[in-house]
């Protein structure tokens, strides 16, 4: 099994600012991801966090508002930029410590509210 | 387009009885249907994978089934204790994973 953290936890922050949330993984995985959580709503895909190159971003998310960076196996940073009320959200980081999408594991997450 | 439908009302079972819970997906064909569990503030916790060519899977206390011809998962906690309480999420994959909004549970003692 694989174990999560993420720093910071929560954060409230201005309007305009950007926030930068970094993942940390106790052992190397083969992938991480980074999802969003609104209150009541399921959870959805940012974007892949690819180790050595850009990362892929789903449908609806841009590398200019969401830069990401995986510089090594266990280590990953979203940046949520340029922030508006909409953004506030809960963000979580996960990893696949194997092949197959049964040993997906996630971060407890980071709660995000911008003012 | 793609949809996961999970019921979004609380359920509320009696401690000991079997809770059953409901994914439904459309104009979909995930190669596997997963489960997991949420507590407040946490992230989710991996809890069963199923995939199309099977229909039941099992462990411990939890059973899920798989039926691609009603599109639908069930997801059986049986003799339910107030620590099972907590939201459930359904999650399909196929060439990429798509989460349901998940089901609260409530275990009454």
Same mark, same amino acid.
């Given at each position: 099994?694989?174990?999560?953290?993420?720093?910071?936890?929560?954060?409230?922050?201005?309007?305009?600012?950007? !926030?930068?949330?970094?993942?940390?993984?106790?052992?190397?995985?083969?992938?991480?991801?980074?999802?969003?959580? =609104?209150?009541?709503?399921?959870?959805? !895909?940012?974007?892949?966090?690819?180790?050595?190159?850009?990362?892929?971003?789903?449908?609806?998310?841009?590398?200019?508002?969401?830069?990401?960076?995986?510089? +090594?196996?266990?280590?990953?940073?979203?940046?949520?930029? +340029?922030?508006?009320?909409?953004?506030?959200?809960?963000?979580?980081?996960?990893? &696949?410590?194997?092949?197959?999408?049964?040993?997906?594991?996630?971060?407890?997450?980071?709660? &995000?509210?911008?003012? | 387009?793609?949809?996961?439908?999970? +019921?979004?009302?609380?359920?509320?079972? =009696?401690?000991?009885?079997?809770?059953?819970?409901?994914?439904?997906?459309?104009?979909?064909?995930?190669?596997?249907?997963?489960?997991?569990?949420?507590?407040?503030?946490?992230?989710?916790?991996?809890?069963?994978?199923?995939?199309?060519?099977?229909?039941?899977?099992?462990?411990?206390?939890?059973?899920?089934?798989?039926?691609?011809?009603?599109?639908?998962?069930?997801?059986?906690?049986?003799?339910?204790?107030?620590?099972?309480?907590?939201?459930?999420?359904?999650?399909?994959?196929?060439?990429?994973?798509?989460?349901?909004?998940?089901?609260?549970?409530?275990?009454?003692?």
């Amino acid at each position: 099994s694989a174990v999560i953290s993420q720093k910071p936890s929560r954060d409230i922050c201005q309007r305009g600012t950007s !926030l930068t949330i970094q993942c940390q993984v106790d052992s190397q995985v083969t992938m991480m991801f980074w999802y969003r959580q =609104q209150p009541g709503q399921s959870l959805t !895909l940012i974007a892949t966090a690819n180790q050595g190159s850009e990362a892929t971003y789903e449908s609806g998310f841009v590398i200019d508002k969401f830069p990401i960076s995986r510089p +090594n196996l266990t280590f990953s940073t979203l940046t949520v930029s +340029n922030m508006s009320p909409e953004d506030s959200s809960i963000y979580l980081c996960s990893a &696949l410590s194997g092949s197959s999408y049964n040993e997906q594991f996630f971060g407890p997450g980071t709660r &995000l509210t911008v003012l | 387009s793609q949809k996961i439908e999970q +019921n979004s009302e609380a359920l509320n079972i =009696q401690e000991g009885k079997t809770a059953t819970l409901t994914c439904n997906y459309t104009n979909y064909s995930p190669a596997y249907l997963q489960w997991y569990r949420q507590d407040p503030g946490r992230g989710p916790v991996f809890l069963l994978l199923i995939r199309e060519n099977e229909k039941e899977k099992r462990k411990e206390r939890l059973k899920v089934t798989f039926d691609t011809t009603l599109k639908q998962s069930l997801f059986h906690i049986t003799a339910s204790q107030p620590a099972d309480s907590a939201t459930y999420l359904c999650a399909c994959l196929d060439d990429k994973i798509i989460f349901g909004k998940g089901t609260r549970l409530h275990i009454l003692p």
